[in-house]
């Protein structure tokens, strides 16, 4: 690759460094610049540019993220498209992430122009919460560089899914213990595995002494429950303590007596046949973080645990201050990373007058309503939820709809135009909706993919709140807009969209490069008949 200051007489399809203002428009960083690029570029008084020119064996910076992302991804995650050299993987299941930590140095000491940033090993996590991002440094790493980092690594970021268990729960008592206390502590287990879909299946109280203790573990083996949890009267401090002591007479083995991790330090873990057995540290009575978080989490997404992997938790195991060692950490909270929730609304209320008699929507093309096609392409996306607002024949609409998961919204102002159909779908988005896609029902040429790679590029925290797609140097459709313009695209009138927002938001707007169906609406008898013609060849 080719970095540097670049004549325009030799800047055609180079890639652009830096963002640059040419009249009223603003040239992206990372665009390849076109004739009409130059061409504004010689207008507003430039005579070069910095960018980049790639070598034969260089493979561009999206195509080399997407590449690097499918060889870390591994089970139970997805990679988002890629854009600006960033690839991101997320979850797909609520579970533990599994990092493999030499694999991901090997990967990040191949070569500069690539990273890979992981959250922390076992680090639980939900379903769409981000695990890793791929970041490509330059515009293009080399062919070679690639194949040495597809020997280096495969599968370096997973997920283990948690797993319901049918959980047994011993509690131990003296003879003055109060009821209250025992109660307090099987809530405080029943309300940790309730929130890791799991539940008690039975509970045992009783003396805390050595022969009860092994006597209410077998029993609760003999229902074949797992894993099994010892809360104690007293503290575990030694292993011939009554809880290690009984759980050894029941035939079982001590793995583990303590971890470096505090709260947590007074944990047992233990082990009769296949079956985990943990003694509770006094601290798991409160629901804040402790080293029985940790080992009951791997437990129940079938992770293993070893003494070792135990005495290797101390490297992060300060969970919590105490009064001997105050720390100015208190009050923050953590923020994790998910894919934005981005919504498809489908335009299909309008009256269709350019086609004649026909409802252009249910015009059939290979068999399919076009309104169907459209909707379909949506759904094959990852914009969740689809809502389609109908009008015009809108029964009929909604045949055609039939059986696919979206919510029809009902739109009775459909003729006094467009905008009304914006306004209808807008009001039905759910809140935790944080952008949507606009969509006209009549583009059935449209593909998932582009709508895949308009949400790998959205992010309004970095300022792109608008993308849009581009072909031939003109702008089409769909349009994606952050919910920050939700209430101006409500406020329009008439039989127009809201693309009069897109000159006021000018430096927030993303280009992606399409294909001219992102033109192609049918609209008269001669495009449904050229469409038909496209689709039959």
């Known amino acids: 690759m080719h970095f540097g200051s670049i004549s325009l ?52 910076e999206d195509a080399a993220a997407a590449r690097i992302a499918a060889m870390v991804a591994g089970a139970g995650t997805r990679v988002a498209a890629a854009f600006t050299g960033r690839a991101n993987i997320f979850a797909t299941v609520d579970g533990l992430a599994l990092i493999d930590a030499a694999a991901l140095a090997r990967l990040n000491g ?54 319901p268990h049918r959980v047994g729960l011993i509690l131990t008592a003296f003879a003055g213990t109060k009821p209250q206390v025992l109660a307090r502590r099987r809530d405080a287990v029943a309300t940790r595995l309730a929130a890791l ?27 074949k429950l797992s894993p099994i949890l010892i809360f104690a009267a007293s503290a575990i401090v030694d292993r011939a303590d009554v809880i290690p002591a009984g759980l050894v007479a029941a035939g079982g083995a001590i793995e583990r007596l303590g971890m470096p991790v505090d709260p947590g330090n007074l944990l047992l873990l233990g082990r009769l046949g296949d079956t985990p057995v943990i003694g509770l540290p006094s601290c798991a009575a409160s629901l804040k973080l402790n080293g029985f978080d940790w080992v009951l989490e791997r437990t129940l997404a079938g992770v293993a645990i070893t003494s070792a992997d135990i005495a290797g938790m101390g490297l992060g195991g300060l969970l919590q201050e105490i009064d001997s060692r105050p720390q ?17 609304l489908v335009l299909a209320a309008g009256r269709s007058t350019r086609m004649g008699p026909e409802n252009k929507l249910l015009a059939s093309i290979g068999g399919t ?4 096609r459209v909707v379909e392409t949506a759904m094959a996306s990852s914009a969740r939820p689809v809502h389609v607002v109908v009008g015009h024949q809108a029964e ?42 606009v969509m006209l029902g009549d583009m059935p040429e449209i593909d998932a993919g582009l709508i895949d790679r308009m949400i790998a590029a959205f992010a309004p925290t970095d300022g792109r709140t608008i993308v849009l797609p581009i072909a031939g140097g003109k702008r089409g459709n769909p349009v994606l807009w952050a919910r920050a313009h939700f209430s101006a695209m409500a406020a329009v009138s008439g039989d127009t969209g809201a693309r009069h927002l897109l000159g006021l938001h000018a430096d927030e707007v993303v280009e992606i490069a399409a294909d001219i169906s992102i033109h192609a609406d049918i609209d008269t008898p001669a495009a449904l008949a050229a469409l038909r013609s496209r689709q039959s060849s």
């Open 110 to 163: 191949l070569d500069e122009s690539i990273t890979l940033a992981t959250v922390a090993a076992n680090t639980r996590v939900t379903a769409g919460q981000m695990l890793a991002t791929v970041k490509i440094i330059p515009f293009a790493v080399p062919e070679a560089v690639l194949a040495r980092a597809a020997e280096t690594t495969s599968g370096i970021v997973a997920m283990a899914p948690i797993h």
């Open 197 to 223: 879909g799991c539940s008690i299946e039975a509970t045992r109280t009783v003396a805390h002494t050595t022969a009860a203790v092994g006597d209410a573990i077998l029993d609760l083996m003999a229902q």
């Open 396 to 437: 009929r609409v909604r045949a055609a709809l039939s059986g696919l998961d979206v919510v029809v919204v009902d739109n009775p102002h459909f003729a006094a135009g467009l905008s009304t159909s914006l306004k209808a779908g807008l009001a039905s988005l759910p809140a935790t909706v944080g952008g949507t896609f």
């Open 9 to 60: 007489d030799d800047a055609l399809g180079i890639i652009l460094a830096h963002s640059t203002r040419v009249g009223d428009r603003t040239l992206k960083k990372g665009r390849a610049l076109t004739v009409a690029d130059i061409a504004r570029l010689r207008a507003a008084g430039h005579a070069a540019v910095i960018g980049a020119r790639l070598a034969a064996d260089d493979v561009a």
């Open 328 to 344: 100015p950490r208190l009050g923050v909270q953590t923020r994790t990373r998910h894919a934005p929730a981005i919504a498809a």
């Open 369 to 372: 309503p076009i309104v169907r």
